[in-house]
Structures are given as C-alpha cells and as structure tokens.
C-alpha cells in the first residue's frame, strides 16, 4: 500500500520561513510533487524532486531524501496570499499517476 | 489559451440518478485524472488513463465509470452506484515524459452535492 503524512495545520507570521514536512511509504517511488491549492479553488503544481537534495523556485524550495523517505517544502518570505492547504504527492514508477496525502493547511497571519 | 475545462461548476444530483461530469483539455496532453476530495481531504484518485481508449481504475473507482474516446475528452459518470457522491471532483492532465514530471494541469473542479 501507500500513504503519506504531513501536519494537518501550520501557522506563521508574514515575513517568516515554514517547513511543511512529508514521510511516505510506497511499494515502488519515483518522485516527490507539490501542489498548493487555496480554499474552493484547484490545485497548482509547485515543485517536483525526482532525485534527492534540494529544488529552489523563487521563494519555495523542494526537498527529497529517498534513504529516509522524507521530503519537505520551504516557503520563505511569507506572505498573506502564501495562506492555502499544500500536498505532497508521489509519483509511482512507470507511471506519471500521483497519490496525495491529506495536504498541510497554512495560515499566514499579518 | 492552453488549458483544462471542467463543466458544470455545480451539480445536483437525485438519489438513484446517473450524471456525467465534462472534462476537456486542450493541451494535448496524453494523460489525464479524475480525483475526489472531500472537505478538509486530500485527493483520492478515481480513474485515469494514459492513451486514448484506454483507462485504469484508481484507489476509489467503485461507482464511477469513464471514458477516453478521445485525446482531449475524459468525462466521468457517477453512477447510483456510488453511495456517497456528495464531494469536489477535480479532473486533471499531464505530459507523458520518461523521467521528468511537468505536474499537473488541473480544472477548476465540479461540485457535486446529492438532493
């Protein structure tokens, strides 16, 4: 089977750096995905790690080490409109199908 | 502009009744999703398929069925079967690349409620 865990919620400050953190167990793994989705709205790809270490993309970074089957997000410079849910997901081999975990809710307060 | 359309924004649907939700793309992209995702959830994946004519069941595909006839249509019927339609379905699509993932392109999502 497969299954990922992230914190249900987190809460920062504008201006600060968060780490939104994700473990998975999968029976076969490929890469890691982000994706932020604000309230009532569709999901936007963020990052992909295929190989471990670090993805930099303007304010947010990707992590991905494969030995531990951890991954993290980091969005630095917070801002008010960086407040959304954020799901990792994973990329199965062969295929392009992703499986999500159930997403880190974000509140950025001012 | 490139993108993906999913239709109605809002559907209702009656105990026992069959409906079909749209999803159309214009991206060329192979590969297209229907996932599920219930309030405060992450998505679940329904059904997906990689080719025209050619489709594979997701972690949840009980009481749903689909279709692939062509590249850029993938509609998704909820069947009566489908005891607890009541959800957000969001469809998706994606280059088929060996190796790199480009992410998902997503539609703007349908909401399905049951009356």
């Known amino acids: 089977g497969q299954s990922l865990e992230q914190p249900s919620e987190v809460t920062a400050v504008e201006g600060a750096i968060v780490q939104i953190n994700c473990t998975y167990q999968?029976?076969?793994?490929?890469?890691l995905s982000w994706y932020q989705q604000h309230d009532g709205g569709a999901p936007t790809f963020l990052s992909y790690?295929?190989?471990?270490g670090l993805e930099e993309t303007g304010r947010f970074s990707s992590f991905l080490s494969r030995s531990d089957s951890y991954g993290y997000l980091l969005l630095q410079e917070l801002q008010m409109k960086d407040s959304a849910s954020y799901f990792c997901?994973?990329?199965?081999?062969?295929?392009?199908?992703?499986?999500f975990g159930t997403g880190t809710r974000l509140q950025v307060f001012p | 502009d490139g993108g993906i359309t999913q239709s109605p924004k809002y559907l209702f649907r009656k105990e026992g009744q069959n409906v079909t939700l749209s999803c159309e793309q214009n991206?060329?992209?192979?590969?297209m999703y229907w996932y599920r995702q219930d309030p405060g959830q992450g998505l679940r994946l329904i059904y997906y398929?990689?080719?025209?004519?050619?489709?594979q069941k997701g972690d949840i595909a009980e009481g749903y069925s689909v279709s692939r006839e062509k590249k850029e249509s993938f509609p998704l019927t909820v069947t009566s079967a489908q005891k607890n339609p009541t959800a957000f379905y969001l469809c998706?699509?994606?280059?088929?690349?060996?190796?790199?993932?480009?992410?998902?392109?997503f539609g703007s999502g349908t909401r399905l409620t049951v009356v």
């Open positions: 998706a699509s994606s280059i088929q690349a060996a190796g790199r993932h480009y992410g998902y392109t």
């Open positions: 999968t029976s076969g793994f490929y890469g």
């Open positions: 790690n295929g190989l471990d």
């Open positions: 997901a994973v990329r199965g081999v062969g295929t392009d199908k992703l499986i």
């Open positions: 991206l060329n992209h192979d590969a």
């Open positions: 398929s990689q080719i025209v004519n050619d489709f």
